[in-house]
């Protein structure tokens, strides 16, 4: 049984850092991509950064240049460095890996920044 638990999300100023982590748990195999999702309110679920097992990333056109992704095969772990951070960043963020045959999702993890 599979599951990704979240962590790193809080409050933060305009123009702070935050760093997010998310690990799976149980067994996981044949992993093509692991990434973030973040959805503010009233808003559609959008994919803010993404990496696949080969180490190939995309990024959401609003947080090139601020985010980076980052992955830890050996420890079913991807993290999100999220720097200068704006308001319209506010969200609930969501750990997501894809496997040949499925995928699993985190629970969620509030990001506010706020001054």
């Known amino acids: 049984q599979v599951q990704l638990v979240e962590s790193g999300g809080g409050l933060v100023q305009p123009g702070g850092s935050l760093r997010l982590s998310c690990a799976a748990s149980?067994?996981?195999?044949?992993?093509?991509?692991m990434g973030w999702y973040r959805q503010a309110p009233g808003k559609q679920r959008e994919l803010v950064a993404d990496?696949?097992?080969?180490?190939?990333?995309n990024f959401a056109d609003s947080v090139k240049g601020r985010f980076t992704i980052s992955r830890d095969n050996a420890k079913n772990a991807v993290y999100l460095q999220m720097n200068s951070l704006k308001p319209e960043d506010t969200a609930v963020y969501y750990c997501?890996?894809?496997?040949?045959?499925?995928?699993?999702w985190g629970q969620g993890t509030q990001v506010t920044v706020s001054s």
């Open positions: 997501n890996i894809r496997t040949v045959f499925r995928r699993y």
């Open positions: 149980g067994s996981i195999v044949s992993i093509n991509a």
């Open positions: 990496i696949t097992s080969g180490g190939s990333t």
